[in-house]
């Protein structure tokens, strides 16, 4: 393999799997990202875009000399567009064992009510 197609290959962006749920109260989304220390994860939301970032380095057994590394890093990248019924500043999340829980809330306003009916 040469060292450019070496470098091709590093620098390979993996689509993370998502599952995601909807319920009346908003959107829940559960990504697998598997080997991404919590500090290798990154979440931005601008304007309607959702971003999930990480990186995850494979590093050899301790006492071992890495001597030769064909895919150093695994980089993960996902980007959702939120609906405007969901509200993007409540997003809350949860990071546990590689997996990764969104939980955006809709906006009060398209939160699904009863009317109540008067009899007049």
Known sequence: MSKHSAEQATQQTIVPPV???EDSGGITLVADLPGVPKEGLQLHVESDQLTIE???RLEGPPGLQLTHQEVPALHYRRVFTLSKELDPEQVTA????G???LRIPR???AR????Q???G
Do not use: K, N, S, Y
């Open 19 to 21: 599952d995601v749920m």
């Open 54 to 56: 990480g990186i995850a």
């Open 94 to 97: 949860v990071f546990e064992h």
């Open 99 to 101: 997996v990764l829980r």
């Open 107 to 109: 906006v009060q306003q």
């Open 112 to 115: 699904p009510r009863r009317i």
């Open 117 to 119: 009916i008067q009899v």
